[in-house]
């Protein structure tokens, strides 16, 4: 295979795969027929529903820059960093949430992501005490954040999901 000159000009984090220069934070709330479909649907509402997922830990890479918007074409393969909850308990509430820290004296950021019984404010506060923390064990200032949150109150079968997709 000849390599072409995009190919060339791409910093590649395992082969095939370039680093991200796009992120973005996505969230929705859903119920389904079974757990699986609540969080496919979750998916779909959040945007990100026809790709094929890969899930990452907590690293925004050094130069991504934010989108409101997630613009990716259904089939690729999507890093993401994300949680989510679902639940059957009738009544009960359910959040997830992220966060991204940026600190302006690094050329990377920190995601943070959090799921729980509890409500879209609290998950908020939490997933933001965690981005506090990881700002403060790695001995940066916290200078720049975003945040996403959800809740849900389940009727049958209920799904929260919260992400921060990572893009070329």
Not at 26 to 33: D, K, L, M, Q
Not at 125 to 137: D, S
Request: aromatic share 8%; charged share 20%; with cysteine.
């Amino acid at each position: 295979m000849i390599a072409t000159e995009e190919k060339l000009t791409k910093v590649y984090l395992i082969p095939g795969l370039p680093m991200p220069t796009k992120f973005s934070l996505v969230g929705a709330a859903s119920e389904g027929r079974t757990e699986l479909t609540a969080f496919d649907r979750a998916l779909l509402l959040s945007g990100v529903g026809n790709v094929n997922l890969l899930k990452v830990s907590s690293i925004l890479p050094p130069g991504a820059v934010y989108q409101e918007k997630v613009d990716i074409q259904p089939g690729i393969l999507l890093p993401i960093a994300y949680g989510s909850l679902v639940s059957t308990e009738e009544g009960r509430v359910i959040s997830a949430s992220v966060a991204v820290g940026i600190s302006s004296s690094e050329n990377y950021g920190v995601i943070m992501e959090f799921s729980g019984y509890c409500s879209k404010a609290e998950a908020e506060e939490r997933v933001l005490e965690m981005l506090r923390e990881a700002f403060e064990v790695r001995g940066l200032p916290l200078n720049k954040f975003y945040v996403k949150a959800v809740d849900h109150v389940v009727r049958k079968i209920g799904c929260v999901f919260a992400a921060v997709p990572l893009w070329y």
